[in-house]
């Protein structure tokens, strides 16, 4: 199972931005997603996560500005971004929970640079 992150790039502030990951491989089910995020020198936290059913969570940092959608027939997670700030520069990373047929495991994604220019 792979996780294809993409989307990201450099943006002023107040911009907007809109992330995508696509996951494949021999996938029977997938769980809930999400979005984290790891600035330079800090821990990697939540952005945004998503059950299968729809149910969001975010991170109080982003509400407000960040809406996390996905479309199940593509295996797919988007995190549309809005009113960026500079705080916001990271290298954003998706995260699934995916049942390939034997046990369920999270897998994720290669991260993409998200910056943010004041």
């Known amino acids: 199972v792979q996780l294809q992150a993409s989307g990201g790039g450099l943006v002023q502030a107040g911009g907007s931005l809109r992330l995508s990951c696509a996951a494949s491989?021999?996938?029977?089910?997938?769980?809930?997603m999400g979005w984290y995020r790891q600035a330079p020198g800090k821990r990697r936290d939540l952005v945004a996560t998503?059950?299968?059913?729809?149910?969001?969570n975010y991170a109080d940092s982003v509400k407000g500005r960040v809406t996390i959608s996905r479309d199940n027939a593509k295996n797919t997670v988007y995190l549309q971004m809005n009113n960026l700030k500079p705080e916001d520069t990271a290298v954003y990373y998706c995260?699934?929970?995916?049942?390939?047929?034997?046990?369920?495991?999270?897998?994720w994604g290669q991260g993409t640079q998200v910056t943010v220019s004041s």
């Open positions: 995260n699934a929970n995916v049942f390939p047929g034997t046990s369920w495991t999270s897998y």
């Open positions: 491989g021999p996938i029977r089910s997938i769980g809930g």
């Open positions: 998503i059950t299968f059913g729809g149910t969001r």
